[in-house]
């Protein structure tokens, strides 16, 4: 019942359920609830650690194009290549008298924007023959009114389809604004269709190994990856069309880690 739903309650309860919600929004109109969230952000949820001492080392193999340091100790320089798990920039400062000595250190949170550069391999390949459904043309359809959990269908004989899609269309009741009501109605359309052997054309199949290298692009590129240089190659054969070759991917690969994990790294550091 709309009386035994408290809407703050609800969202405070959510938010203690789940850890993720930063944000949470419940509304009731007429007989609609409506729910809204925002999750954590990855690159926000630890602004703690940020704070603390640490340093930031390559999260990939690579090599350093482009590097700007904000705070910390540069251990790298733009040219330089680097293995996964080496420390770029320490976390720690040196302090020096007006001789040029090193009295002391002061550690803090390693900030840069450290472009590295780094070479991948692609390859993806599929079969020039494939399956393809074909409707026949052939379709039953059925009208229904249903009024909560009961269904009222007009009479309508079984098909003998062996494949089938069934459509359902289905629109709902209310009265105004946001008062639904629980009657729908709508229909089932049922269409045969059969599975057909066909196969690509080169034109086809390089449309579709150029799609494959789209998406896949789209992909990497939302996890801040850009492609600087692509050199892949389709080859649309008799049995399979393959697209292969190498790509030059720039990407700010880096990891924050706390401090004291990358003092044993570099000689010669001391912490205070």
Not at 6 to 28: G, H, N, P, T
Not at 138 to 167: A, C, E, M
Not at 236 to 249: D, F, K, P, Q, Y
Request: net charge neutral; charged share 30%; aromatic share 12%.
């Amino acid at each position: 019942w709309k009386q035994k739903i408290y809407c703050k309650e609800l969202a405070a309860q959510l938010r203690k359920e789940f850890d993720q919600f930063i944000w949470v929004s419940v509304q009731m109109k007429g007989t609609l609830l409506k729910i809204q969230v925002q999750e954590n952000i990855e690159e926000h949820a630890d602004e703690k650690s940020f704070q603390e001492p640490s340093s930031l080392v390559a999260a990939k193999d690579g090599k350093i194009i482009e590097m700007i340091t904000r705070s910390g100790k540069p251990m790298v320089s733009v040219g330089d290549t680097v293995k996964k798990g080496d420390v770029l920039v320490l976390g720690q400062l040196e302090i020096k008298n007006d001789a040029g000595e090193i009295v002391s250190y002061q550690n803090c949170a390693a900030d840069a924007d450290i472009l590295l550069e780094m070479t991948d391999v692609y390859e993806q390949e599929f079969p020039m023959k494939y399956k393809k459904k074909v409707y026949t043309g052939s379709s039953k359809k059925k009208y229904y009114i249903q009024i909560g959990d009961h269904f009222f269908r007009n009479p309508w004989k079984t098909h003998s389809y062996q494949l089938y899609d069934v459509i359902d269309e289905k629109k709902q009741m209310k009265l105004w604004g946001s008062f639904y009501l629980p009657v729908f109605w709508g229909n089932y359309l049922v269409r045969e269709y059969e599975i057909v052997e066909k196969r690509y054309t080169f034109e086809e199949a390089e449309k579709k190994a150029k799609e494959q290298f789209m998406t896949f692009s789209e992909k990497i590129q939302q996890k801040g990856v850009q492609i600087f240089k692509n050199e892949v190659k389709i080859v649309a054969g008799t049995s399979v069309c393959r697209a292969s070759g190498t790509l030059i991917l720039h990407e700010y690969a880096v990891k924050r880690v706390p401090l004291q994990e990358t003092l044993d790294l570099e000689e010669g550091i001391q912490i205070e």
